[in-house]
């Protein structure tokens, strides 16, 4: 998943350098704010650590060999800030001093293992982790599907990478100036070798070692534990973040709603068993499906099951509503707070369930 | 992040991995000795070499003509030779390597890219285009020409000069150090990942099951951590008796000569001329 030279246009390079430096910016405020403690020489230990688990070979089952990069273990024990600037460093030195990445890519190459890869593991292991005990085998399992899914989302962003070179960058020729496969290609290349041998690699060395932590220093293991932490010191306060953020940003997403409604068209798959009958619908079914031209009768099966169930808030336009866009807003009202019931009922079970079973204790 | 197949008869993952970890170590070693020699890129600031090789790198990769991209890979070579560097060493060390990787994916897109047909291949009707010719052509060339720069500039410039240059595109200060410390880390961990490894087949006897392998690996990959984090509280202890207190200092102390100007203009105008001609 090293991008060497030549393969990504200029242009890419430096937008990728571009959406990289915000990033790396706040990651290294973080830094500087924590500079008294440990964590300047961890990050450089652990920077070295991820650039010798490349060179390490793993067999795995099936009679392959692989090598992981170590996202999701510097994710679990740094977190994502840091763990960004870890595998940002190791893959720069890599760049520059072994020839694995290309220079001109080391953007490209940080945003999509460094950057997406930390936030997509930190994401993973949050969400299954939950808040059970640091020493839990959740949490071993936990790690394992974040260093799993880190590297598969790294890959995907890289063929996503490749595959538009060739729309975009051509010669007079027509003959694609960088990355010639097409999207088509590049994605399915990509992600063959990743959803099996490399995702394993890696999914094996994150569970593993995150194992190996708790049996030799589950203290490494408290950065991204949250709530566990908390659990284990009942005598603390918890820390409890504040949601306003999010509630604004909810609201200011519901108001906004009504743009929804400038954009033309139907979602490809998404036609109504009436669009067939209209022949610029029909059209655009074609365009959007490489011309291949839509029956001019809804297919059966569609419009028997098209009857089964009239939604009340259908095509998100009530009918007692005159204006569209209040339609809209009402529609994004009414499922937000239906998602958010939702949620509620469910925390509020699972916590009678957490609360009712005697808890691990934890180291 | 390979995956290859493991038809090796006797040779296991160790001895897989000493030989990586072996090479790893050699070409640090052997840049340290070539950057203390005495050819011309040695002289020079490592400023004006960063500055200079990248933005060779950057003119093959906006040349959209392969003989300009040649014209850059030819500087580099002619570059290595007045630097003292073995041309055998980066046949074998970057093209040889570089072109492996890079003819497997540029080999595809030979028969994929459409266009005018030039050859079709006897009894398989697989079709050869201009275009894709020239695109794996690009690929390949432009691959070999920034390994090849890329090469050049480790192998004439001390790695710490190289990451204290990186001053000079306002990388932060912090950044720079965590950098210059990962390096010397990087070659410390080796060590101990290669003795480690070496003592571990010195106590093999007879071939080990895939499972066992893996048992293995993930073992001395947790030692190897368990070391990481013990060093890096020593690390930190010694920075602290030594009055580190969160303020980074490094010394820029590097100075420009005549020398050092006159080979600015040149890396500016020969730049400059690459990308005027390869439009």
């Known amino acids: 998943m090293h991008i060497p030279d030549g393969y990504l246009s200029p242009s890419t390079c430096a937008a990728f350098y571009a959406g990289s430096t915000p990033f790396w910016y706040v990651a290294l405020q973080r830094v500087k704010r924590a500079m008294h403690t440990r964590l300047v020489p961890l990050i450089s230990l652990f920077s070295a650590f991820c650039f010798l688990i490349m060179m390490f070979n793993l067999p795995l089952p099936g009679g392959t060999t692989g090598h992981a990069v170590g996202i999701g273990l510097a994710t679990v024990v740094l977190g994502p800030w840091a763990a960004m600037l870890a595998v940002s460093v190791a893959l720069i030195i890599q760049a520059l001093f072994f020839g694995d990445g290309g220079i001109t890519a080391i953007g490209a190459n940080c945003f999509n293992m460094a950057i997406v890869g930390s936030l997509v593991a930190y994401v993973f292991y949050r969400a299954i982790a939950g808040r059970s005990p640091i020493i839990s085998f959740r949490r071993v399992v936990a790690a394992g599907l974040a260093g799993y899914a880190a ?26 100036l960088y990355c010639p496969y097409p999207l088509s290609v590049s994605i399915p290349a990509m992600m063959i070798g ?80 009436s669009d067939f009958a209209s022949p610029s619908i029909r059209q655009q079914i074609a365009d959007s499906s490489l011309h291949q031209p839509a029956p001019s009768a809804a297919p059966r099966g569609l419009e028997q099951m098209y009857q089964l169930w009239t939604a009340p808030f259908s095509r998100y336009a009530p009918p007692y509503i005159r204006s569209a866009g209040f339609g809209y807003f009402l529609s994004a009202m009414f499922g937000a707070g239906l998602v958010m019931l939702v949620c509620f009922l469910v925390v509020r079970l699972m916590r009678g369930f957490v609360v009712g079973r005697p808890r691990q204790p934890a180291v | 992040m390979t995956g290859h197949h493991h038809a090796r008869g006797r040779r296991g993952f160790i001895e897989y991995t000493i ?18 020699g005495r050819g011309a890129l040695q002289q020079l600031d490592p400023r004006v070499k960063v500055a200079g090789l990248a933005a060779l790198i950057l003119a093959s990769a906006m040349a959209a003509k392969l003989w300009v991209i040649a014209a850059v890979l030819l500087a580099a070579v002619v570059l290595a030779a007045i630097s ?42 697989w079709t050869i285009t201009s275009q894709g010719l020239t695109t794996a052509g690009f690929l390949i060339l432009r691959s070999e020409t920034a390994a090849t720069l890329a090469l050049v500039l480790v192998f004439t410039t001390p790695w710490m000069h190289i990451l204290k240059a990186l001053r000079l595109f306002r990388v932060p200060v912090v950044f720079v150090v965590i950098l210059g410390m990962t390096c010397r880390y990087i070659l410390l961990l080796l060590e101990n990942a290669h003795e480690m490894f070496e003592s571990r087949k010195s106590r093999t006897v007879g071939p080990m099951t895939r499972g066992e392998q893996r048992r293995i690996a993930i073992a001395s990959t947790g030692a190897l951590l368990g070391r990481t984090f013990q060093l890096s509280g020593e690390v930190y202890l010694a ?35 690459l990308v005027w001609v390869g439009r």
Request: charged residues 10%; hydrophobic residues 55%; aromatic residues 10%.
């Open chain 1, 151 to 176: 590297i598969n989302v790294s890959a995907l962003f890289a063929a996503i990478e490749f595959g538009v070179q060739p729309l975009l960058y051509k010669d007079a020729s027509g003959a694609p």
């Open chain 1, 194 to 273: 990743h959803l099996t041998i490399a995702g394993m690699a890696e999914l094996i060395v994150s569970a593993g070692l995150v194992a190996f932590l708790q049996w030799s220093d589950p203290s490494l293991l408290k950065a991204t534990a949250g709530n566990a932490v908390a659990l284990e010191a009942p005598g603390r306060p918890r820390k409890t973040r504040s949601l306003q953020p999010i509630w604004i940003g909810l609201c200011v997403l519901m108001i906004l709603t009504p743009l929804g409604i400038l954009a033309t068209g139907t979602a490809w798959g998404e036609w109504m068993a």
């Open chain 2, 19 to 36: 030989d990586g970890l072996h090479s790893a170590m050699d070409r640090a070693m052997y840049a340290d000795r070539s950057a203390s």
């Open chain 2, 84 to 125: 003292y560097l073995s041309i055998w060493m980066i046949a074998t060390r970057v093209w040889f390597a570089t072109l492996t990787f890079t003819a497997a994916f540029a080999v595809p897109a030979l028969f994929l890219t459409p266009g005018t047909i030039i050859y079709t291949l006897p009894g398989l009707l």
């Open chain 2, 239 to 273: 920075m602290q008796s030594r009055g580190f207190r969160g303020e980074v200092y490094i010394l820029d102390d590097f100075r420009m000569q005549a020398m050092d100007w006159a080979a600015a203009i040149g890396f500016a105008s020969l730049t400059a001329a």
